[in-house]
């Protein structure tokens, strides 16, 4: 999945939201910057992200660089390796990720199935590895005609380990953004 996508899947997410009465941390967050979040977990390292950004390149240039693992370590935070282990005559891939986020966290493997629609949508789901439930998506709407791309990236995921919703949330706040402005970054050939 992700060159982005793992990154962000990885980030140890969860099932379904919670709500706020269920002990749950959101928070909807739009940037100066043109980026929007929505991150929530709860204290039992599950959460999802929903996030968005409108890129300046046509949905087919974003789907490229959504998807090339070498991109992968420069684009998302704590990746160390992206590599697509095979694919299918579909266009399904399976691909794993390798991610470390700091010096006091294990670093982390992911496998995941990814299910393409050119130029639309980037599927996926976790299938093995040290994160065992996630699923998600990147859409691609095109904009003025094809010239611009919105993506929207939805993801939910359980972390491996236990962690406070408030963590959780803050680093999906810090992260997703972060990658979302180098994806676009390298769309505009910035």
Excluded at 96 to 112: A, G, I, K, Y
Excluded at 134 to 154: A, Q
Aim: glycine share 8%; charged share 25%; aromatic share 6%.
């Amino acid at each position: 999945m992700r060159r982005l996508a793992p990154f962000l899947l990885v980030i140890a997410l969860a099932g379904p939201a919670p709500s706020k009465a269920q002990g749950a941390d959101a928070e909807w967050e739009t940037k100066g910057d043109g980026i929007t979040v929505e991150a929530q977990a709860d204290n039992r390292g599950r959460g999802t992200v929903r996030a968005s950004v409108d890129i300046a390149a046509p949905p087919s240039v974003v789907f490229r660089v959504i998807l090339d693992c070498d991109l992968a370590a420069r684009m998302s935070p704590g990746v160390k390796s992206c590599r697509v282990v095979s694919r299918a005559p579909d266009g399904t891939e399976i691909r794993e990720h390798t991610v470390r986020w700091s010096f006091f966290l294990p670093t982390l493997r992911s496998t995941s199935r990814v299910t393409l629609t050119p130029d639309r949508e980037i599927h996926f789901t976790c299938i093995g590895g040290d994160i065992r439930a996630c699923d998600g998506s990147w859409r691609l709407e095109p904009l003025d005609g094809g010239r611009r791309t919105r993506v929207t990236y939805d993801m939910w995921a359980s972390s491996p380990f236990p962690a406070p919703a408030g963590m959780i949330s803050a680093m999906m706040r810090k992260d997703v953004p972060s990658s979302l402005k180098a994806l676009r970054r390298e769309c505009e050939g910035g």
